[in-house]
């Protein structure tokens, strides 16, 4: 067989996701240039033994939105193509045990109103009208998504490949991939059994083979596979029944709380359970020639689950199992697959790490194929983002993280969840001294990160809720110390780096859409904008001589943020990039007493008039050499301090000798998170995101139209010019007792749609609770009411002003 020896893309993996991925890329026009390997036949990976489930529930707002696209798309292939998906919209039932749970699908259907998806709560009784099979005791509720249901992930491969063929894409099965490399002119060489492809983008689609193929580039793929059984069972005589009176076939049946799924299969069922202790598998790649392959069946491990459901579906008990099926399917850490760029090398695509790729197929196709061609996604990929993780994510840290990750689908996610495996593992010389003080620890990038801390006396321990945790209490204390006195906070897991060289200067000036700081010392709040104007990066740029500037971000975003930066540097050597992330801690002391200690370590001029606010110096403090930068995220007098890694304990221990008369204790994330919120401060991921403009996120005092160009400076003015369809606002919410806004809430008028909550949660100095969000332009202005529904209920919200708390911003200038 002769193979094209030349592609505009090539697309490796044959299944359900790599063939949408060659379908979409067919649908933007690139069908003549789009090529798709197949080591075998199509669906002989992991789709062919998937189950087909098309679950819309997802706690993420990306993900959220990728589901449903697959899902709207998969009811109009059929029409589309001519060939049969199977597609069986038989709804889908969740239940719920307890009421944690049913705070769980609250928080859910706020979130799934802004993406416009379709949620019914039901009573115990409706759910037996509706599932009369369904033992309803021990229930409390639970909901029903009408548009959801399941497909046959075969038919719907064959149906996707063709409509790609259809528009010219060509597939090529039987046919190895042995090698990827870089060409002479930028362009990718995929070598195969049949010959060489010569591409400009490469799209690794490969499932349980992710790792063996990011190999070939040099890259370390975070996904392994983890073992998952279904069993299927022989006919039931009532479902036979039912379907002889012509009676519709029940809604696939989820327990959450007992881990397992359930649905019609042939007269029969099929049971998915989720269970705790299933194996990591593949770990080193599977064999090159495997296909179609199962692992022995281990129904000990599934004991509890079959129990479980016999007693909530007692005609399962009643029927023979007809084959239990043990597959591979592909895993990340979070459970959320990677679609989207690979770091480190261009145009090297990544749809890996699927858990539930039938579902997630379509959409993930859809957004790659815009990525690629248009130059963007068009909805916020970060829940997705291949770039969410590090080079912490070893093999090691894989097969712990993804076997927790898979035992975990069925958990009640919590939005302050922190889960245990392969931690602690990146962690601040200081860790042992903040544990020591009663710091509960979550992580971020692999980090660990105190998160609030424990009074004396109280277990530290995190307690998780949907609601105000035990944590409030001390959360509010940790606000108070900082407001009156001073308060520590490690801040060691920001992403760090330098930019330096004859064209530094010149480069960030049209990376990002402010202005550089002047002078040497000066810092700014600077913002990356994409092609099309919206916020992908923000950074605070720190100018450390004429051609050399540091730069600090999210420690979350370090990969994505310097991937983002280094992919942009001009190729002449003008320009290095120097990672310092981890060989830099960072210690912030913040509150109106700040300047009295670092008086008392340091012999540096802390007042107004020689450190002024976003400024920063080198400076000694307890004999250690510290960049003071006067800035902070939570509204109060304060400097971030950041020195060489070796030092940390010696200067936490200098500031908390000196501090103690001064009331100095360490304060956490949640405490920080309170505060920036009455200051209106924005995140990336929630008040930040590519979704919307930077002047949609009213950023305007930090945009500098004036400056000359910049990344994105065009779209930007093309979308202020046709009008902004969003507007950031800042939210008073009233009437509440005990649960705060979590973000993604829906923000309604008269029972109309006109927004949706970002962010929020209690602000302890304006004694109020907060929420920050995105409304129509119409219902921005000040005073405008509106309702915002918090687990099930309504509440009356009021847009108010920037910074709630010091709208003059007295106490960060001025405080003396």
């Given at each position: 067989?002769?193979?094209?020896?030349?592609?505009?893309?090539?697309?490796?993996?044959?299944?359900?996701?790599?063939?949408?991925?060659?379908?979409?890329?067919?649908?933007?026009?690139?069908?003549?240039?789009?090529?798709?390997?197949?080591?075998?036949?199509?669906?002989?990976?992991?789709?062919?033994?998937?189950?087909?489930l098309?679950p819309?529930?997802?706690?993420?707002?990306?993900v959220?939105?990728?589901?449903?696209?697959?899902?709207?798309?998969?009811?109009?292939?059929?029409?589309?193509?001519?060939?049969?998906?199977?597609?069986?919209?038989?709804g889908?039932?969740?239940?719920?045990m307890?009421?944690?749970r049913?705070?769980?699908?609250?928080?859910?259907?706020?979130?799934?109103?802004?993406?416009?998806?379709n949620?019914?709560?039901?009573?115990?009784?409706?759910?037996?009208?509706?599932?009369?099979?369904?033992?309803?005791?021990?229930?409390?509720?639970?909901?029903?998504?009408?548009?959801?249901?399941?497909?046959?992930?075969?038919?719907?491969?064959?149906?996707?490949?063709?409509?790609?063929?259809?528009?010219?894409?060509?597939?090529?099965?039987?046919?190895?991939?042995?090698?990827i490399?870089?060409g002479?002119?930028?362009?990718?060489?995929?070598?195969?059994?049949?010959?060489?492809?010569?591409?400009?983008?490469v799209?690794?689609?490969?499932?349980?083979y992710?790792?063996?193929?990011?190999?070939?580039?040099?890259?370390?793929?975070?996904?392994?596979?983890?073992?998952?059984?279904?069993?299927v069972?022989?006919?039931?005589?009532?479902?036979q029944?039912?379907?002889?009176?012509?009676?519709?076939?029940?809604?696939?049946?989820?327990?959450?709380?007992?881990?397992?799924y359930?649905?019609?299969?042939?007269?029969?069922?099929?049971?998915?359970?989720?269970?705790?202790?299933?194996?990591?598998?593949?770990?080193?790649?599977?064999?090159?020639?495997?296909?179609?392959?199962?692992?022995?069946?281990?129904?000990?491990?599934?004991?509890?689950?079959?129990?479980?459901?016999?007693?909530?579906?007692?005609?399962?008990?009643?029927?023979?199992?007809?084959?239990?099926?043990?597959?591979?399917?592909?895993y990340?850490?979070?459970?959320?697959?990677?679609?989207?760029p690979?770091?480190?090398?261009?145009?090297?695509?990544?749809?890996?790490?699927?858990?539930?790729?039938?579902?997630?197929?379509?959409?993930?196709?859809?957004?790659?194929?815009?990525?690629?061609?248009?130059?963007?996604?068009?909805?916020?990929?970060?829940?997705?983002?291949?770039?969410?993780?590090?080079?912490?994510?070893?093999?090691d840290?894989?097969?712990?993280?993804?076997?927790?990750?898979?035992?975990?689908?069925f958990?009640?996610?919590?939005?302050?969840?922190?889960?245990?495996?392969?931690?602690?593992?990146?962690?601040?010389p200081?860790?042992?001294?903040?544990?020591?003080?009663?710091?509960?620890?979550?992580?971020?990038?692999?980090?660990?990160?105190?998160?609030?801390?424990?009074?004396?006396?109280?277990?530290?321990?995190?307690?998780?809720?949907f609601?105000?945790?035990?944590?409030?209490?001390?959360?509010?204390?940790?606000?108070?110390?900082?407001?009156?006195?001073?308060?520590?906070?490690?801040?060691?897991?920001?992403?760090?780096c330098?930019?330096?060289?004859?064209?530094?200067?010149?480069?960030?000036?049209?990376?990002v859409?402010?202005?550089?700081?002047?002078?040497?010392?000066?810092?700014?709040?600077?913002?990356?904008?994409?092609?099309?104007?919206?916020?992908?990066?923000?950074?605070?740029?720190?100018r450390?001589?004429?051609?050399?500037?540091?730069?600090?971000?999210?420690?979350?975003?370090?990969?994505?943020?310097?991937?983002?930066?280094c992919?942009?540097?001009?190729?002449?050597?003008?320009?290095?990039?120097?990672?310092?992330?981890?060989?830099t801690?960072v210690?912030?002391?913040?509150?109106?007493k700040?300047?009295?200690?670092?008086?008392?370590?340091s012999?540096?001029?802390?007042?107004?008039?020689?450190?002024?606010?976003l400024?920063?110096?080198?400076?000694?403090?307890?004999g250690?050499?510290?960049?003071?930068?006067?800035?902070?995220?939570?509204?109060?007098?304060?400097?971030?301090?950041?020195?060489?890694?070796?030092?940390?304990?010696?200067?936490f221990?200098?500031?908390?000798?000196?501090?103690?008369?001064?009331?100095?204790?360490?304060?956490g994330?949640?405490?920080?998170?309170?505060?920036?919120?009455?200051?209106?401060?924005?995140?990336?991921g929630?008040?930040?995101?590519?979704?919307?403009?930077?002047?949609?996120?009213?950023?305007?005092?930090?945009?500098?139209l004036?400056?000359?160009?910049?990344?994105?400076?065009?779209?930007?003015?093309?979308?202020?010019?046709?009008?902004?369809?969003?507007?950031?606002?800042?939210?008073?919410?009233?009437?509440?007792?005990?649960?705060?806004?979590?973000?993604?809430?829906?923000?309604?008028r008269?029972?109309?749609?006109?927004?949706?909550?970002?962010?929020?949660?209690?602000?302890f100095?304006?004694?109020?609770s907060?929420?920050?969000?995105?409304?129509?332009?119409?219902?921005?202005?000040?005073?405008?009411?509106?309702t915002?529904?918090i687990?099930?209920?309504?509440y009356?919200?009021?847009?108010?002003?920037?910074?709630?708390?010091?709208?003059?911003?007295?106490?960060?200038?001025?405080?003396?």
């Open positions: 067989m002769k193979i094209k020896s030349q592609a505009k893309v090539v697309v490796i993996g044959g299944g359900v996701v790599g063939v949408s991925a060659l379908y979409h890329l067919a649908k933007k026009g690139w069908g003549e240039q789009a090529v798709l390997l197949e080591k075998a036949e199509l669906t002989s990976g992991s789709t062919w033994h998937a189950a087909g098309l819309l529930f997802n706690m993420s707002y990306s959220g939105q990728i589901h449903k696209y697959s899902v709207n798309l998969y009811q109009q292939l059929e029409a589309e193509t001519g060939q049969h998906v199977g597609f069986s919209q038989v889908n039932l969740r239940l719920a307890n009421d944690d049913m705070d769980e699908y609250y928080q859910y259907a706020a979130t799934a109103r802004t993406i416009g998806i949620v019914e709560f039901l009573t115990p009784a409706e759910i037996h009208r509706l599932w009369p099979l369904c033992n309803p005791e021990g229930l409390v509720g639970g909901i029903y998504h009408p548009d959801d249901g399941y497909i046959q992930p075969a038919d719907l491969t064959q149906a996707l490949a063709k409509g790609a063929r259809a528009k010219n894409a060509t597939i090529y099965r039987n046919t190895s991939v042995v090698a490399e870089r002479f002119s930028d362009n990718w060489i995929v070598t195969t059994d049949q010959g060489d492809i010569s591409c400009e983008h799209i690794s689609a490969t499932g349980n992710a790792r063996q193929t990011g190999a070939m580039v040099g890259l370390d793929i975070p996904v392994i596979p983890v073992q998952h059984q279904y069993i069972t022989e006919p039931h005589p009532e479902l029944a039912r379907h002889s009176r012509g009676q519709s076939e029940l809604a696939v049946l989820r327990e959450s709380d007992g881990s397992w359930l649905r019609e299969e042939n007269g029969g069922f099929i049971l998915g359970p989720y269970e705790k202790g299933a194996p990591a598998c593949y770990v080193d790649g599977p064999d090159p020639r495997a296909e179609y392959e199962l692992f022995q069946e281990d129904l000990d491990r599934l004991a509890p689950h079959i129990e479980s459901a016999m007693a909530r579906v007692p005609a399962f008990a009643e029927v023979g199992i007809k084959q239990v099926y043990n597959g591979a399917i592909a990340t850490p979070d459970g959320n697959p990677i679609v989207g690979a770091w480190d090398r261009e145009n090297y695509w990544l749809s890996e790490g699927h858990s539930f790729g039938i579902t997630a197929a379509g959409g993930a196709g859809w957004q790659l194929a815009e990525w690629i061609v248009e130059g963007e996604p068009t909805i916020d990929m970060l829940g997705v983002e291949p770039r969410r993780f590090g080079d912490y994510a070893n093999k840290y894989l097969i712990e993280k993804n076997e927790e990750a898979y035992a975990s689908v958990v009640i996610h919590y939005p302050d969840e922190e889960r245990p495996a392969a931690r602690p593992l990146r962690t601040a200081c860790y042992d001294r903040l544990k020591s003080m009663g710091a509960v620890f979550g992580q971020k990038f692999g980090w660990e990160r105190a998160n609030w801390f424990a009074a004396d006396g109280e277990a530290a321990e995190d307690h998780w809720s609601k105000r945790s035990r944590w409030f209490d001390a959360i509010k204390q940790e606000v108070h110390n900082v407001t009156h006195n001073v308060g520590l906070l490690d801040m060691t897991a920001f992403a760090k330098r930019i330096s060289g004859p064209g530094a200067e010149a480069f960030l000036d049209y990376f859409a402010n202005r550089l700081p002047r002078k040497k010392g000066g810092i700014g709040l600077c913002h990356a904008l994409n092609s099309r104007g919206g916020v992908h990066s923000e950074f605070t740029i720190m450390e001589a004429s051609n050399s500037f540091y730069l600090v971000s999210a420690g979350a975003m370090q990969r994505l943020d310097h991937d983002y930066l992919k942009r540097l001009p190729t002449d050597g003008s320009v290095q990039f120097t990672q310092l992330t981890s060989s801690g210690l912030v002391v913040s509150g109106p700040a300047r009295t200690l670092m008086q008392r370590v012999s540096a001029d802390f007042s107004n008039s020689q450190f002024r606010w400024t920063g110096q080198q400076i000694l403090a307890g250690v050499p510290v960049n003071a930068l006067r800035v902070n995220f939570v509204g109060e007098l304060g400097w971030e301090l950041h020195h060489s890694i070796e030092y940390q304990n010696t200067l221990d200098a500031l908390f000798e000196a501090g103690a008369d001064l009331g100095l204790k360490p304060f994330i949640r405490a920080m998170d309170s505060m920036r919120l009455e200051k209106s401060y924005r995140m990336i929630t008040e930040l995101s590519i979704e919307y403009s930077a002047f949609e996120s009213v950023l305007d005092r930090f945009i500098n004036d400056k000359g160009d910049f990344l994105g400076r065009q779209a930007l003015l093309e979308r202020q010019s046709a009008g902004l369809k969003s507007q950031l606002v800042t939210l008073a919410v009233k009437d509440v007792v005990d649960a705060d806004a979590l973000g993604n809430n829906a923000l309604t008269q029972g109309q749609l006109v927004g949706r909550a970002t962010s929020g949660g209690f602000g100095r304006v004694n109020q907060l929420a920050m969000g995105m409304v129509e332009p119409a219902y921005a202005q000040l005073g405008t009411e509106m915002i529904e687990l099930g209920k309504l009356p919200a009021v847009v108010v002003g920037e910074s709630p708390y010091d709208p003059e911003n007295l106490r960060l200038r001025h405080s003396e």
